[in-house]
């Protein structure tokens, strides 16, 4: 199988963490903005996480130099336009890329503007290239509550229109999900579909909350049902499918290695999993290398590959139609 041509879909995958380097010397230089180093080297290892870090907290400390350079509109539009062309120009065919939009509020943005310029430039990317896309609205579990509602309220005007759903995300901490069931439940009645981060961190009750309790349809990463029986079965039962994100998984030590990762045993069982990237940037990879490095580590064929393919389609929050144009490729 030749990965660079397979058609790929990527379901998760933050804009914070896909930041071309040079774009953010560009975007510093136009806003006036101190750099910490002008060597493209430097800004990037200062953007790309070790291939072991830590833990989770030691990876997401890589988000803070993209994020001080998308506290405009013109930026988070560039950069919106950027993740998508990246992705087209390896034949990703669709891809959901999520985002939060109170770490973008530092210059006075309103919640309307930050959508409103991350979907302008997607669908300028749509417009250039054999993509399509949609937004995931995600909540930082670690941020003050007050105001996810006016979030939910904001994306709702751009919903079915280059928005779909709500997310949780960051670090993750046992039980996470019982505090936040009224903003899940008013996500749903707006109309909102729902994923979850949840599982990537070794407790797989969160998992089984995030499905029972706030109505997660996928779940990010998930990959600690593995230890949880009610959660895996859970997972299979409802249909669950899980966002994997193999490079991302070692580098925050979720997995110790890659041929320790349960994917293939999940895919062998019939749990439903999708491969993405996560991070672009931070996890330095492409749905290339994601599928590269899976399809090689697993022996997987490529009926195996469109069967995932399919998954990933399936569970997608496409519009029916985009859906329809996705599975030519499966063919």
Known sequence: MNNFDLPKIDLHCHLDGSVRPQTIIELAHQQNLPLPSEDISEIKTLMVAPETCQNL????MRFELPLSVMQTEEGLERISFEVFEDAAKENVKYLEVRF??????QNGLTFDQIIGSVVKGM????EQYDIHGNYILSILRTMPKDRINEVIDAGAKYLNNGVVAFDLAGSEVSGFCHEFIPYAQYAIEKGYRVT???????????VHDAVSLLGAERVGHGIHIKGHPEAYELVKSESVALETCPSSNIQTKAVDNLSSHPIKAFHKDGVLITINTDNRTVSNTTMTDEVRKVVEEFDLSREDYFAIYKVSVEHSFAADAVKQHLMQYAD
Request: charged share 30%.
């Open 57 to 60: 907290d030691e990876y997401l």
């Open 100 to 105: 939060g939009p109170m770490l973008h509020l």
């Open 123 to 126: 669908k300028r990317a749509e």
């Open 196 to 206: 979850i981060h949840a599982g990537e961190q070794g407790d797989g009750q969160n």
